[in-house]
Each structure stands twice: as structure tokens, then as C-alpha cells.
């Protein structure tokens, strides 16, 4: 176990250069494709899981938005696959990583902005001022609309960055804590060992769960701008 409690979330190193940019292109080698007629077992699991998650977001969208649904689901792969690669022993998880939330966020929220000024002008300037409101409010009001449209992005991240951290320091600290409590008792060791299974086939649920909410919320997104 390491000493500092953070250490596992520091951006590894080779030979004094980060390696963080190998880190994220690796789970793009896990999705096998082919050219054949007929696919075997496991490309056809993953190709009627993508379809089911692409038809149940792409529902409610337009033609326009529906355009969008080969980035959505390239990006619920790879957060839901780095998130898993994360939890295996001495492995780093570039989701822990606010700054690249960050960089996954601000882009697709700024898109779907974007697109909803370019399409829908008139409803997107509606937004910032709701109808009814009295006149001595307009302006407060006005700032509030805009503080929680900027907060949009950093909701996205901080949600995916806490939710994974939180997860990571709880499997670090109880492990910690099982091998500690080894030699005071054992029995005491053990029921903290299976609170350690649990709580890591918990960790597999979130780590599948918050990929799909980050996706579900920047497709809901473009569905209030489209």
C-alpha cells in the first residue's frame, strides 16, 4: 500500500515525461471491430449494448440533434472504460482528473450552446428571462440565468471527478485497514475484507453509471438547444 493517500491519483511518469496521453488512448484497444457477415459473441453483445444506449438517448432528439449520437456513444465508452481500467491494482484513472473533465466538459457544453443560438435563438435568449417576471427583478434575475448556465460544465466534472475519487479513497482506505487489522483479529480482518469486495463491485456499478449519467446530462443538454 502507499503511504500518501493521494499518490494513486499523481499523473504517472516515464522517464521524467508523462504518460497520460498512453493511459487514455489504451481503452480504445478493448473494442474489438470486424469485417466479417457474421460477428462473434462478443462484438455482438457490445454492438446490441451500444445500440440499446444509443436508441434510449437518441429518442428524444431531432434530426439534429440525433447527429450527435456517434460522439455520445464514443464517449460513454471511454469514460465507462477508463473508469473500469482505474480500479484494477496500481492503475491510474484519468477521470480523477479534474482539469481532463474539464476538457471533456466545457467543449460539448459549448457545442450544444453553440447549436442552440444558431437554431433556436429566440428560445435560447428566452431562457435567461423567464415570462412574468416583474421588471425590478430582470436584472438579478438575468445574472442568476447566466451564473447557472456557466455552472453547467463545471457540474458535469466535478459530479464525474467526486464521484470516482470518493470511490478510489474509499477501496484505498479500507484496504488499508483490512491488512492493518490482519494482525489484531482475524475475524475482525475478514468482515472488513468483505466489506472491501462489496464496496469494489459497488465501484464497477458507479464506474458504469457515472459514464452514462456524464452522457445522459450533455445529451439532455442538446435536447434544450436543438
Given at each position: 500500500?502507499?503511504?500518501?493517500?493521494?499518490?494513486?491519483?499523481?499523473?504517472?511518469?516515464?522517464?521524467?515525461?508523462?504518460?497520460?496521453?498512453?493511459?487514455?488512448?489504451?481503452?480504445?484497444?478493448?473494442?474489438?471491430?470486424?469485417?466479417?457477415?457474421?460477428?462473434?459473441?462478443?462484438?455482438?453483445?457490445?454492438?446490441?449494448?451500444?445500440?440499446?444506449?444509443?436508441?434510449?438517448?437518441?429518442?428524444?432528439?431531432?434530426?439534429?440533434?440525433?447527429?450527435?449520437?456517434?460522439?455520445?456513444?464514443?464517449?460513454?465508452?471511454?469514460?465507462?472504460?477508463?473508469?473500469?481500467?482505474?480500479?484494477?491494482?496500481?492503475?491510474?484513472?484519468?477521470?480523477?482528473?479534474?482539469?481532463?473533465?474539464?476538457?471533456?466538459?466545457?467543449?460539448?457544453?459549448?457545442?450544444?450552446?453553440?447549436?442552440?443560438?444558431?437554431?433556436?435563438?429566440?428560445?435560447?435568449?428566452?431562457?435567461?428571462?423567464?415570462?412574468?417576471?416583474?421588471?425590478?427583478?430582470?436584472?438579478?434575475?438575468?445574472?442568476?440565468?447566466?451564473?447557472?448556465?456557466?455552472?453547467?460544465?463545471?457540474?458535469?466534472?466535478?459530479?464525474?471527478?467526486?464521484?470516482?475519487?470518493?470511490?478510489?479513497?474509499?477501496?484505498?482506505?479500507?484496504?488499508?485497514?483490512?491488512?492493518?487489522?490482519?494482525?489484531?483479529?482475524?475475524?475482525?480482518?475478514?468482515?472488513?475484507?468483505?466489506?472491501?469486495?462489496?464496496?469494489?463491485i459497488l465501484e464497477f456499478a458507479v464506474a458504469l453509471i457515472q459514464a452514462y449519467v456524464f452522457t445522459l446530462l450533455v445529451s439532455l443538454y442538446l435536447h434544450d438547444n436543438t
Amino acid at each position: 500500500m502507499n503511504e500518501n493517500l493521494f499518490s494513486s491519483f499523481i499523473t504517472p511518469t516515464m522517464m521524467g515525461l508523462p504518460i497520460v496521453i498512453l493511459i487514455i488512448m489504451f481503452p480504445s484497444i478493448l473494442f474489438p471491430s470486424t469485417n466479417r457477415l457474421i460477428n462473434n459473441r462478443l462484438i455482438a453483445i457490445q454492438q446490441w449494448i451500444l445500440h440499446l444506449t444509443s436508441k434510449q438517448m437518441m429518442t428524444i432528439h431531432n434530426r439534429t440533434g440525433q447527429k450527435w449520437s456517434l460522439m455520445l456513444m464514443s464517449l460513454i465508452l471511454f469514460i465507462g472504460s477508463t473508469n473500469l481500467l482505474g480500479l484494477l491494482p496500481h492503475s491510474f484513472t484519468p477521470t480523477t482528473q479534474l482539469s481532463m473533465n474539464l476538457g471533456m466538459a466545457i467543449p460539448l457544453w459549448a457545442g450544444t450552446v453553440a447549436l442552440g443560438f444558431r437554431h433556436k435563438t429566440k428560445a435560447s435568449l428566452a431562457h435567461f428571462l423567464p415570462q412574468g417576471t416583474p421588471i425590478p427583478l430582470i436584472p438579478m434575475l438575468i445574472i442568476i440565468e447566466t451564473i447557472s448556465l456557466f455552472i453547467q460544465p463545471m457540474a458535469l466534472a466535478v459530479r464525474l471527478t467526486a464521484n470516482i475519487t470518493a470511490g478510489h479513497l474509499l477501496i484505498h482506505l479500507i484496504g488499508g485497514a483490512t491488512l492493518a487489522l490482519l494482525n489484531i483479529s482475524i475475524t475482525t480482518s475478514l468482515i472488513t475484507f468483505i466489506i472491501l469486495i462489496l464496496l469494489t463491485i459497488l465501484e464497477f456499478a458507479v464506474a458504469l453509471i457515472q459514464a452514462y449519467v456524464f452522457t445522459l446530462l450533455v445529451s439532455l443538454y442538446l435536447h434544450d438547444n436543438t
